[in-house]
């Protein structure tokens, strides 16, 4: 599979169950799509994914969008402003998540944050501060950028209020999906 070729020296995507159930493998497939004219790009759990199936496709891992030696991706950076990773088993995965969301819809909705994080398990964290993290990219979020001009306050020394009520719903909502 594909995460095993990728494990030879690209060890930041995890594996985890090995079938699809937990998305620590998660990782960005690119392809030029012939009838759209346009390359599409979509998340994968790179376990299932035979080798034979990336012919003319693009591949990025999580090493492929930002680390901590050059400049780490928004994506991180908003992941671990908001606590987001403890043991840091599932982040690859749903950092990888959110970036190929971002690829197809720079300013995603709550219900597309949470569809696209839906395949993505966590033990350690609850999910709320991961989303806590993701939904600062959305447009519209129960996060404290409404009415602030677009500045969250995870940039700020104060974390973010999560626990208005629209905040719990929508975390309950993803418990739901998962
Ligand atoms: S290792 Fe769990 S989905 Fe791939
Ligand atoms: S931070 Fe430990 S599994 Fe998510």
Same mark, same amino acid.
């Given at each position: 599979?594909?995460?095993?070729?990728?494990?030879?020296?690209? $060890? !930041?995507?995890?594996?985890?169950?090995?079938?699809?159930?937990?998305? #620590?493998? $998660?990782?960005?497939?690119?392809?030029?799509?012939?009838?759209?004219?346009?390359?599409?790009?979509?998340? #994968?759990?790179?376990?299932?994914? *035979?080798? /034979?199936?990336?012919?003319? #496709?693009?591949?990025? $891992?999580?090493?492929?969008?930002?680390?901590?030696? $050059?400049?780490?991706? *928004?994506?991180?950076?908003?992941?671990?402003?908001?606590?987001?990773?403890? =043991?840091?088993?599932?982040? &690859?995965?749903?950092?990888?998540?959110? @970036?190929?969301?971002?690829?197809?819809? *720079?300013? &995603?909705?709550?219900?597309?944050?949470?569809? #696209?994080?839906?395949?993505?398990?966590?033990? /350690?964290? !609850?999910?709320? *501060?991961?989303?806590? !993290?993701?939904?600062?990219?959305?447009?519209?979020?129960? =996060? =404290?950028?409404? !009415?602030?001009?677009?500045?969250?306050?995870?940039?700020?020394?104060?974390?973010?209020?999560?626990?208005? &009520?629209?905040?719990?719903?929508?975390?309950?909502?993803? @418990? @739901?999906?998962?």
């Amino acid at each position: 599979s594909l995460t095993v070729y990728i494990s030879v020296g690209l $060890t !930041g995507t995890k594996s985890g169950c090995g079938g699809g159930g937990c998305g #620590a493998c $998660t990782v960005m497939i690119s392809k030029y799509d012939v009838i759209q004219k346009k390359i599409l790009h979509f998340s #994968a759990n790179a376990c299932l994914v *035979p080798i /034979c199936m990336l012919h003319g #496709a693009a591949v990025i $891992t999580v090493e492929g969008i930002g680390n901590s030696h $050059t400049r780490i991706h *928004p994506v991180q950076e908003q992941i671990a402003k908001a606590h987001g990773s403890q =043991c840091g088993f599932c982040t &690859p995965g749903m950092v990888m998540s959110m @970036y190929t969301l971002l690829r197809n819809h *720079p300013e &995603p909705s709550m219900d597309q944050l949470q569809e #696209a994080l839906a395949g993505n398990l966590c033990r /350690c964290t !609850g999910y709320r *501060p991961i989303i806590d !993290g993701c939904k600062t990219f959305c447009k519209e979020s129960a =996060c =404290c950028q409404n !009415g602030r001009e677009g500045i969250c306050c995870l940039d700020e020394d104060n974390s973010c209020s999560s626990s208005s &009520p629209d905040a719990v719903k929508d975390v309950t909502n993803l @418990y @739901y999906i998962l």
